[in-house]
Structure formats: structure tokens, C-alpha cells
């Protein structure tokens, strides 16, 4: 009867603590999207993309999987979405070649896994993930980052698989307004040749997503495309552990998506750890003192999620608009995309 008492107890306790509460957030890219750029289907088709991202990785935590195998499932629904500028979306650059990056974290262990550059690898966050678990590196960047996916068994395909008309054409217009200059994804080019100003994107294109598991462990992993058009061998803030992407148990969960410069400067993902565990802010807070202060401070723009071990979420973007969504325990999906 007194184990059955304390068992009773400690079931309650656990239920109390919310140690079975899980929360997954994702982002796809933060910038000026604006309601009227964009057409009811397109709209449609961005929100269909961003629930399928969230269903793929709520199935794991409902399961009782891990954060890691929820964020990685998120973030390869993106990937595989010529939506979003990962993956199967990714942009051009200046030489016309799909350059893919990807990191992802574990908020336990602290352990990270990243891919920088590859170009023949369908899901770089499972490369990353590959990185993290099947070797004794961090990160690992061109084709030496190849080979070892393809030693890990990971699918490989041809280059000509990332290919899609839109991407394309948004490296020929961004040729044609100045082939020395490269700009992030879904720039309005067009508006900026009229009006004579910089080539200046206001989109970012990156993707990304924050776990918390039913074990209360934490997870974050984030996967881009980079720039269109950008110079050869330029890596941004999405695999650099502690800029674009990072997790600790904590604090909280951080994934990125802007100007990869300014984020990689900051060290924006760690910072807002860092603002959590030694000045006692909220993850709002902490959020909010990066993207809403210190990045526009530098000149810089974007947006990022994070979530911390009971489950508070930010979702912070100092642009019109981010695509993002959130799923808790309860099942019931939020999608937004403007401010």
C-alpha cells in the first residue's frame, strides 16, 4: 500500500511540475511579408506547408520521442518544401550552384552537429544530426561534409534536385539589377530597380524549429539556403553554433532567421541564453533585447523562436512579418504570418 502511495505521489508530482508538458515552434523565414504581396492560394499554400511542418514533428513528441527527432522532423518537412529556402527551396548563388547549410543542437548534452556548403545532400539537418552523433566534430563544411553523409547513409541526389523556375528567375533578376551585390530570399527586386535603392532583402528565408519533450529536454535545429546570389564560400548565422542555432537545457531553445552577418556578430541564439541564465530574464525578454535592440543597433533585421524548459515561447522579429507556428500537448496549432 505505501509504494502504491508513493508511486501515487510522484505521478502527481510529475504532473504538477508539468515534466509532461511538450511544445514545438518553427519559423520559415522572417521579413516584409505583407498580406497584400501575397495571393489567397499562396497564403494558403504557406500555411498548409508550415501545419505539415508542425503534424510531422508533434507525431514524435506525442509518442514520447525526443526533441531532437521532433526538431529534425520539422525542420526536413521544410526542407522538402520548395516553399521555404532550404532544401528543395534553396537559392542560387552567384554561380549558380544551391548551397545548403544546417545545424541542430541537443539541450541535455549540449552536444551540436552542423553542415556548411553542401550541395548533393536532399535533408542537410539530418546531415548535421549525422555530424553531431557519428563523429567527433562540430561541423563539417563541402564535399568533405558529403562524403561523410554518404558514409552516414544519408540520400544523396543531384545537384539539379534543388532546382525550381522561382528560385532561378530570382538569380537572373538579381544579376540584372547588379551582379556584384547579393541579396536574401524573396527580395523585391523589382520595387528596389524602381526606386533606385540598395538591393536589399527583406526576407529571410531560413527555417528553423525549437522542442521541448515530455523528458523536458530541449532541442534546436535550423537549415537555409543562404543568399541568392551570394559570393562563393559566404556561410551565414544558420550553422554557426551559438549564432543561428542553439539549445541548453538552462535556459532555453533558439533558432534564427535574418541577416546572418549582424546574428553572427552577436552571437544572437547564445546571447539570449546567456540574458536567461545570468540576468534572470524571461525568454520573451531576453528575445526581444536581441531582435527588437541590439540587431537593428548594428543595422541588421530579422526574427527568431525560442522556448524555454516550461515550455514560454518568443517568437520576436523586428520585420513586417515571419512565417511561424506553435504546437503544445493539447494538440491545437497556431500559424501566423503577419505582424
Known amino acids: 500500500m505505501r509504494l502504491i502511495f508513493t508511486f501515487c505521489l510522484l505521478v502527481l508530482s510529475r504532473w504538477a511540475a508539468g515534466q509532461d508538458r ?15 504581396q501575397l495571393t489567397p492560394e499562396r497564403e494558403r499554400a504557406y500555411r498548409e506547408a508550415l501545419k505539415a511542418s508542425l503534424t510531422a514533428g508533434y507525431d514524435v513528441l506525442k509518442k514520447g520521442g525526443s526533441s531532437l527527432d521532433a526538431v529534425e522532423a520539422a525542420v526536413r518537412s521544410m526542407e522538402d518544401c520548395p516553399l521555404f529556402n532550404a532544401g528543395k527551396g534553396a537559392v542560387f548563388t552567384a554561380e549558380g550552384k544551391n548551397e545548403l547549410d544546417a545545424a541542430i543542437m541537443n539541450g541535455r548534452t549540449l552536444e551540436a552537429g552542423a553542415v556548411a556548403g553542401v550541395t548533393v545532400v536532399k535533408n542537410p539537418v539530418s546531415a548535421a544530426r549525422a555530424v553531431m552523433e557519428k563523429s567527433k566534430h562540430v561541423m563539417m563544411v563541402g564535399k568533405g561534409a558529403e562524403t561523410f553523409a554518404r558514409e552516414a547513409g544519408l540520400e544523396i541526389v543531384d545537384p539539379a534536385y534543388f532546382y525550381t523556375d522561382d528560385r532561378w528567375k530570382g538569380l537572373q533578376r538579381a544579376r540584372q539589377l547588379d551582379s556584384t551585390r547579393q541579396q536574401l530570399d524573396h527580395a523585391d527586386t523589382a520595387a528596389s530597380a524602381r526606386l533606385g535603392v540598395e538591393l536589399r532583402d527583406y526576407k529571410f528565408g531560413t527555417v528553423g524549429a525549437v522542442a521541448l519533450d515530455k523528458q523536458g529536454n530541449l532541442a534546436a535545429a535550423t537549415s537555409t539556403g543562404g543568399m541568392t546570389n551570394k ?19 538552462a535556459s532555453c531553445a533558439v533558432s534564427c532567421t535574418g541577416w ?7 552571437v ?33 533585421d530579422g526574427g527568431l523562436i525560442a522556448l524555454d524548459r516550461q515550455g514560454r515561447i518568443a517568437m520576436s522579429f523586428n520585420t513586417a512579418g515571419m512565417y511561424r507556428g506553435a504546437v503544445k500537448e493539447n494538440g491545437e496549432v497556431e500559424i501566423s504570418i503577419f505582424r
Open 22 to 36: 511538450y511544445v514545438l515552434v518553427i519559423h520559415g523565414g522572417a521579413g516584409t511579408i505583407l498580406k497584400s
Open 231 to 249: 559570393r562563393y564560400g559566404r556561410v551565414g548565422d544558420a550553422p554557426v553554433i551559438g549564432a543561428g542555432t542553439y539549445a541548453d537545457n
Open 260 to 266: 546572418g552577418e549582424y546574428f553572427i556578430r552577436l
Open 268 to 300: 544572437v541564439a547564445k546571447s539570449v541564453c546567456d540574458l536567461m541564465e545570468y540576468k534572470g530574464m524571461s525568454v520573451r525578454e531576453a528575445a526581444n533585447e536581441l531582435i527588437m535592440k541590439k540587431v537593428p543597433a548594428l543595422g541588421g
